[in-house]
């Protein structure tokens, strides 16, 4: 019964903030192992700072088509961080790799399985 009091305890209370940008961008023909090593690039060269986690998906079906996730602590801090981003020479080296930019999109966490 206290496990069970405990767990509704948690859901009132809600959870931690969290921010996420996702990003959607497709290759050119050819720059899809360009893409990938750019952020392994960004992994070694740069680290986290600020970011809780980033990651970088590729489209099964279409493997030219990505989608990264960043995560952040807040809005905030998502905020600091891409503008910091736009004005990074990696930033121009990938859309340099993409046919059309990359599209952002903001999210908000609403709900997490714990």
Do not use: C
């Amino acid at each position: 019964m206290e496990v069970a009091r405990t767990r509704i305890a948690s859901r009132e209370e809600g959870i931690a903030e969290m921010f996420a940008i996702v990003s959607t961008y497709r290759a050119k023909i050819g720059e899809e192992d360009a893409i990938i090593a750019l952020h392994e690039d960004w992994q070694r060269n740069q680290g986290l700072k600020g970011y809780l986690s980033w990651q970088l998906f590729r489209k099964s079906q279409a493997p030219r088509d990505f989608l990264a996730i960043a995560q952040f602590e807040s809005e905030e801090l998502a905020r600091a961080a891409t503008n910091d981003l736009k004005r990074d020479a990696w930033y121009d080296r990938l859309l340099s790799l993409t046919e059309g930019g990359t599209v952002h999109t903001d999210y908000m966490r609403v709900w997490q399985l714990q």
